[in-house]
């Protein structure tokens, strides 16, 4: 289900995607998938197509923020899936707070890959 999402996101070009295991770690999922979108069109866009690829697949169990641009979240029950903006993304900082849930390996393809430039284009 995770890789489903994870390629959905990717087709729409999502960046920098981690794949947390938080089993032993939660009660109410198995898995956090979080991604960047580069804009509040591209978050939509990622969360339209992750949610088009699951529709028959997995019952949508709940979302927020869908629509707003900036974040949004996909409950899928075993795996809840996290779109962020890059400023959004640092704010909230998912992976440092859960940074005991092991990471699951996923092929990241180059062009999916943050580079040092996206990470602080904010600041320029």
Known sequence: MAERALAA???KKA???IL???RGLCSYTNYL???TGRSDRQVDAISDGVM???KGIEPLLGSEGVGQGQW???DYGDTVIHIFQQAI???YDLEGLWVDAPRVPIDIPEEARITIEDRY???A
Do not use: C, Y
Request: hydrophobic letters at 55%; a negative charge; aromatic letters at 4%.
């Open 121 to 123: 284009s904010r600041f």
């Open 9 to 11: 996101a990717l087709d």
């Open 33 to 35: 998938l979080i991604v």
């Open 52 to 54: 088009e690829t699951m």
């Open 89 to 91: 993304r640092e704010r």
């Open 72 to 74: 949004a979240l996909l």
């Open 15 to 17: 960046l920098d995607p």
């Open 20 to 22: 947390l295991d938080v």
